[in-house]
């Protein structure tokens, strides 16, 4: 094997590629040549055989042979067409069909609309209706037809976010500030006002309070409100909707308590609270080893507020009732920090 041999090699095999003229005779080639059983590794294999004097110019130039060899087939591999395959690997196929979007991605449920839809209907089941009111509330049917003191401290700053009622509002003027409604309590009012009797509604919501955001406190957070407004309406009739709604929501076997409480606008007031239903009352971390999750706060409607609202105490009587929703879907779910519902990051909501 000498220079020249392969040289005249060199022109012999491109000359081969040169006239090709389809993939399958170009696929032939690379089989005889190219692989590495193929004629040009053999040609490497002889190289061991050649004398020591001529071998680094034999070696050179069959570096050059099997270099030249290869970009010719590259070469001819782009004209006939194989190459076409490469170049539309990496380019935009316009044929293909689009990628399917994930149908869990844009129309699925979030985890606290889930929970407070459930209550919902269970309520609905029982004969409520379901009522709505504004998010931006005034500071009459937040607090003072609700039977808040002036002084009362959920009027205070560090609890409620103010909204100016207009532009050039000051502090100090005589017109009260707007504010976040603090609870959906304000829904009653409006219900009440509103003069149809009887009222049998729930109303669900979002409602805001000017407190430290932690894991397990945020400032905008839902709450699911009742009312009930008839004649002859009482605490049995409340306890009983409670003990219904508890073996609906929380499961058959859950038993409640109730507990005297106070809030203004209820008198009087009670906490009530359902056995523990991952412990079912032996005691675990959830229920805080008590054995009880407090569900919610209620009462008889504050005859004070029935006056306010435009109705006679003596002749109607109503029971009320508000619960937070993102707490109970926290403990359902096995949620640990609050902020995750409201974070909006895909690969927490997705798991619902
Ligand atoms: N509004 C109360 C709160 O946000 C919850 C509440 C308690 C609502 C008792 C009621 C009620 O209707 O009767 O803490």
Same mark, same amino acid.
């Given at each position: ?5 392969? @040289? ?9 590629? $040169?006239?090709? +003229?389809?993939?399958? =005779?170009? =696929? ?7 692989? &590495? ?41 782009? +004209? ?8 539309? @690997? ?26 407070? /839809? ?18 931006? !509330? ?8 609700? /039977? ?26 005589? #017109? ?10 304000? *829904?009653? *009012? ?11 509604? *729930? ?13 397990? +406190? ?6 699911? !409100? ?6 002859? #309406? ?17 499961? =058959? ?40 999750? $407090? ?8 005859? /004070? ?26 403990? &359902? ?9 409201? !974070?909006?990051?895909? &690969? ?5």
């Amino acid at each position: 094997m000498t220079v020249s041999d392969l @040289q005249a090699r060199t022109s012999e095999l491109t000359g081969v590629i $040169e006239r090709a +003229s389809s993939t399958q =005779e170009l =696929e032939e080639f690379k089989l005889a040549h190219l692989v &590495r059983k193929g004629s040009i590794a053999a040609l490497f294999e002889d190289l061991k055989n050649v004398p020591k004097d001529t071998k680094p110019a034999v070696g050179k130039a069959l570096n050059e042979l099997r270099k030249a060899v290869e970009e010719k087939f590259a070469e001819k591999e782009q +004209s006939l067409g194989g190459g076409v395959k490469k170049a539309s @690997q990496s380019s935009i196929d316009l044929t293909l069909p689009s990628r399917p979007i994930p149908v869990s991605a844009p129309g699925h449920e979030h985890p606290l609309i889930s929970v407070l /839809n459930e209550m919902v209907s269970i309520f609905v089941d029982m004969g409520f209706s379901v009522a709505y009111g504004p998010e931006v !509330e005034d500071d009459e049917h937040n607090f003072t037809k609700l /039977n808040f003191p002036a002084d009362h401290p959920a009027r205070d700053m560090q609890d409620t976010f103010f909204v100016k009622p207009s532009a050039d509002w000051k502090v100090g003027s005589d #017109v009260k500030p707007l504010v976040l409604r603090t609870h959906t309590s304000p *829904v009653q *009012v409006r219900l009440m006002e509103s003069g149809k009797l009887p009222i049998r509604a *729930v109303i669900p919501g979002r409602v805001y309070r000017n407190e430290a955001i932690s894991a397990r +406190s945020a400032a905008c957070f839902f709450q699911l !409100e009742g009312l009930v407004v008839d004649k002859g #309406v009482s605490m049995a009739d409340l306890k009983g909707v409670a003990e219904s709604f508890s073996k609906q929501f929380y499961g =058959e076997d859950s038993t409640i308590r109730l507990r005297p409480s106070f809030f203004p606008f209820t008198e009087p007031s009670i906490e009530c609270d359902v056995s523990c239903y991952i412990c079912k009352g032996k005691g675990c971390r959830i229920c805080k080893h008590s054995g009880w999750l $407090e569900v919610f706060g209620a009462g008889m409607v504050h005859p /004070n507020v029935l006056k306010m609202c435009g109705i006679d105490p003596e002749i109607y009587s109503g029971y009320a009732f508000g619960m937070g929703i993102d707490r109970t879907a926290m403990m &359902r779910y096995g949620v640990s920090d609050i902020r995750l519902f409201t !974070e909006n990051d895909l &690969r927490f909501l997705e798991q619902f």
